[in-house]
């Protein structure tokens, strides 16, 4: 109690008030102008977890002399962080001289197989109804190469890109395997009255080759695949691998489809709106470069369940400023879930008509996708999930859906694979749902 | 603030130096840029049979030489090829060749089109706050020395892990003034790994239970280390999750720090990248080829030819290739993964390393293998580094590690062998990677971890008191009959 009141000055002091006459505002009037204004900037304390009333309380067990220094070694603290060139790298050599510097991201042409075969996806299975064991997404037949998706009219591409780096938890490249092997995501949805497998043709693309060393290198590689898919008309179905692969594939929707005509609908824990990384890309960062680099406008992005610790204030102010719309848990707990769900239909319908939806397993309460690389508690049920992403998929023309940050060592059961299928199915069933409307005119 | 970036500095010198004017500012792993790898093994040439003759009139002289070049079989066998051109033209043929020879085009470097470093945004105000260290006016003021987190004369602590349950070391003068001897480090750096999470190594160790130094004697020497050496906790050692090759520089600054204060470091990662830093950094502080190294691991780790020039598989071959340590003080024992092929072995011998495979194991005995790796430990060098790759072990002892392979080695074959080691030699450091936990539904990785560093540690407090003789074991311990020899009076 005794210690408030001396805060409250210093707070008033350091917020520009008329100097009280304690020993922090002769302390503080004594630092040099540059001092002085260092220790008002609020920003800059919040990076050291300090607010003006800790540092008054730091100040007062401090001599004069001791405060100066306590400054002088916060300013040059800031003053290290930043870049300084001639002392600090930046960038980080590669190896050009190693053999088959790109031999991992070369396609093989089709004029080298061993065997020839006609263009088309290649079904794994012996029998006509027994499944043979061979996983794929969807149980569907794989396609290898661009020209088997034109050739068997795929309508919907599962793509894996195992890319894992920045997460909490690691795990994120095994998600592409454990969706392939749980079940989930074959059969008839009973609340859309469909089988997608039968009204859609549905086709497994394999994984992407990714540079498990570097981000960076990883992105151009799937930003040109996944281009290629939805060049053919397909969907791109993009099971990740960390949140970083938004980028390559929202850029792949622009390079298809032209900027400004999707609607990006993001479902996350996070908004993934860091700004202040050294690195051109990782997980937390990727809808900021997307907006900073030009790929997407704010008002093309819908965000729902954001929550949790890791978006600063600063984040959030500048995705609003950029005209993002921010549906996060608070909004759900004020509104309710109905009336949250009811705006983002009418947002993925108010938009230029094509949708490409980003879901991030951290979206769901940990108790459905425990397995997720940056869970955070007070998530989406699926009861919630589930129907919103079939109305999503129903509502407009879907040019691509990628389930990100399935990390199946988190979670040794299977339910956030089975979870993640049925996200996957749900959408796809949304899909065949539109499809079967529009025949029927 | 001025030694923060004068460190830095020195650091990153080398490879800017070298490295020219247009790439002044990269990272750059290694010390000699100019020759950053071990040669390519070239393309073995095509025989191309007679009967293919008739097929190859169309094609150029260029063409020719590339298909007898051999580089073809990146791409396809010679068998597949050679049969496909039964079914084509000359002209065809030559359309063919031509194909491969624009993929060859494609898959090798080519400046321009090809980036040959990873940028990086220095517009980030936060660029270098992964490794500023925590100005001390920012404390109160505490005399240096090793903090203690302990409340009572006894009980079993406070409920802080720490490595070894020991106090907590922050700078070198905590080291210096606590004439600390050994601290322990973690390293949380996990990238390359076929599984993830080796970078919740560090923590495992910290909370694995059971192998708590200051806890009781080691039976095998009768020693307790927690008591008989002066041990610290000295925190993680930050590191880039998104760049091993940042990390593993400000990696070996963190080391040499340590070792300069007299202290030996075990560092505990991590993936086993960080054998790099640490063999760079024992160079620094004991000069180079001065340290002898035994590497026991299921994998070899001596990758080279990649696009990245470090990697948890490359660091024997850095460390060796830029001569921090010299090939013939190199040991490595347990090696069994699939991947080195002929022309590795004989690199690794012409290098004059002694290598002790599973292979050996299996041909000549555990015993055996054991003697002779020691003997060579001790045979050039007065220093011994052990790089310890939890893989080495079986599956069934470690399930909790990146890149598992089976038909390892046993805790009861381990243990020993680490003992004797730290107690036979003058051991500079230790590193102890690729414990990821989350692997690991059990206890058994971090408390097997934990129990192999016991073991070293018990080792280097035997090597203290003069306990060194071969495979020296506490004749109170080994037997009720035995007589006590001049140890117990």
Known sequence: MRKLPLALSALALLAGSPALADDVAAKIGALSPAAQAFVQDEARLALFHLTPAKLADAFRGRTPEEVAAYVASLMQVAQDAAFHPGRDASAIALNPGASGFNASTVLKPAMFD??????????????????????????????????????????????????????????????????????????????????????????????????????????????????????????????????????????????????????????????????????????????????????????????VGTRGPETSSA????????????????????????????RVIAAAKAGPGAIFVSFDMSVLDPAYAAGAGRPVQEGLTMREAVPLIRSVCASGKVIGFELLDSAPILDPTYRSAQAGNAILHACLAGMAQRKVAEKKG | MVSRSSILWAALGTGMALAGVALAQEIVIGEDPAVVTRAPTPPKPLDIPKEAEAKLTALTPDQRAYLKSGESRRVVKPEVMFKRFESLSPKEVANYVSALMALKEQIDFKPGRDKDRIALDTSSPLFNAWTLPRPATLNPKREAGPISLQRYVGGMGMGIPTFANAPVALTP??????????????????????????????????????????????????????????????GDIAVDNLSTERSVQHVREAVRTIAKTGAIPIVVGGDHSLEYPDLAAMADVHGKGKVGVVHFDSHYDAGSDRVHLIDHGQPVYRVIHEGHVLGKNYVQVGLRARGPDIDTFKWMREQGMNYHTMVEVEKIGWDKVMEAAVKEAKRNTDKLWISFDIDVLDPAFMPGTGTPVPGGLTMREAQP?????????????????????YLDSSYKTAHNSAFLLNACLAGIAMHKKGLTKPHWLSPLSASSKAPLGKEYP
């Open chain 2, 417 to 437: 062998i680490m003992r004797r080691l730290c107690a036979e030699n003058n051991i500079v450091g230790i590193d102890l990677v690729e414990v990821a936990p």
């Open chain 1, 315 to 342: 984040d959030t102010a500048r995705l609003a400023r950029s005209g993002v719309t921010m549906l996060g848990m608070e909004r759900i707990e004020k509104d309710g879930w109905d009336s949250v769900a009811a």
């Open chain 2, 173 to 234: 003068e905590d080291l210096i003034a606590g004439k600390v001897e050994v601290a322990i480090v973690g390293a949380p750096l996990d990238m390359g790994s076929g599984w993830r999470d080796a970078k919740n190594g560090p923590l495992a160790l910290r909370t694995a239970m059971g192998a708590q130094a200051p806890y009781g004697n080691d039976m095998y020497s009768m020693i307790n280390p927690g008591t008989a050496l002066r041990i610290a906790d000295y």
């Open chain 1, 114 to 303: 061993e065997f020839r075969r006609d263009p088309g996806p290649i079904s794994l299975d012996h029998y006509l109804f027994q499944k043979t064991g061979i996983p794929t997404f969807a149980h569907a037949p794989v396609a290898i190469r661009r020209e088997d998706l034109v050739a068997g009219k795929v309508e919907v591409a599962f793509i894996g890109v195992p890319l894992d780096f920045s997460s909490g938890w690691r795990d994120g490249k095994h998600g592409p395997m454990a969706l392939r092997s749980t079940d989930g995501l074959v059969g008839t949805d009973a609340a859309a009255g469909v089988d997608p497998a039968t009204v859609l043709s549905l086709a497994d693309f394999g994984d992407l080759s990714i540079d498990y060393m570097s981000v960076e290198r990883s992105v151009d590689h799937v930003r040109f695949m996944v281009g290629q898919v939805a060049g053919t008309g397909a969907a791109a179905f993009v099971v990740g691998g960390d949140h970083a692969v938004m980028y390559p594939d929202v850029a792949a929707m622009a390079d298809t489809y032209g900027k400004g005509r999707f609607t990006l609908i993001q479902f996350d824990a996070h908004a993934e709106a860091e700004a202040t990384s050294e690195h051109t890309l990782s997980d937390s960062q990727s809808l900021h470069r997307l907006l900073a680099d030009g790929v997407i406008t704010g008002s093309q992005v819908v965000q």
